[in-house]
């Protein structure tokens, strides 16, 4: 089974912080994504790499950026927390006309 | 891609069959229709997919109205486990990526 390991379930940041949310996928898949999930909104996409060190922007790209060093390995950076990127972000991955396998998820919260 | 709608919340006995429908009205041709769902705090999981053809798997089996229009989504024996928000999603096939569109899904409540 694919598996798609986001490195903290939790995390407090503090405003203006700069936080890094690490996704590792353990397949051979080209394709990794970054969503938000909020109550009432769904999920949106923030990001996604169809390649080593190529991204392109989703649905809401603004406050954050993105990192493709390594085919496995897909980092979300919020350059300056904000309060209103509290949320619960996932991380997904994908090969072609397979199904996403998504991480558990990591629930931050900005104060 | 084609938007989904679904109702927001079902009900369903435990051991029973729980039919989660999907309308798709708009679907093109190159465009699959995916089943994934969330248990709460957790990331989604997918559970079927399919073209044309009614799929089964270990977890659901999908079956897709000839003109492609709808879908159900049957959990043969559902238990307390399957409580869930199910989200049905259609998507391009044929793409080297392929982004997910997710709606409000459906609440599934099995009951004992």
């Known amino acids: 089974d694919v598996k798609v390991t986001q490195s903290s379930r939790y995390l407090v940041k503090r405003t203006g912080e700069k936080v890094f949310l690490e996704c590792v996928q353990d397949m051979d898949h080209e394709n990794m994504f970054w969503y938000r999930q909020d109550p009432g909104l769904g999920l949106r996409l923030i990001y996604f790499?169809?390649?080593?060190?190529?991204?392109e922007k989703g649905d809401i790209p603004e406050g954050y950026s993105v990192s493709r060093e390594k085919k496995e390995r897909f980092s979300l950076i919020l350059e300056s927390a904000s309060t209103n990127q509290t949320s619960m972000y996932l991380c997904a991955t994908t090969g072609d006309r397979s199904g996403y396998t998504f991480g558990s998820g990591t629930r931050l919260t900005v104060v | 891609d084609a938007k989904t709608t679904q109702p927001p919340s079902m009900d369903c006995a435990e051991g029973r069959a729980a039919n989660l429908p999907c309308n798709h009205s708009t679907i093109s041709g190159n465009e699959y229709v995916y089943w994934y769902r969330q248990i709460h705090s957790q990331g989604p999981q997918y559970i079927i997919h399919?073209?044309?053809n009614n799929e089964t798997n270990e977890m659901a089996s999908l079956i897709i109205t000839e003109d492609r229009k709808s879908s159900t989504l049957i959990l043969p024996h559902a238990t307390l486990r399957d409580t869930a928000v199910y989200y049905c999603?259609?998507?391009?096939?044929?793409?080297?990526?392929?982004?997910?569109?997710f709606g409000q899904g459906t609440i599934l409540t099995v009951h004992p």
């Open positions: 999603i259609v998507r391009a096939g044929g793409t080297s990526y392929g982004k997910l569109t």
């Open positions: 790499s169809y390649d080593v060190k190529m991204k």
């Open positions: 399919g073209l044309k």
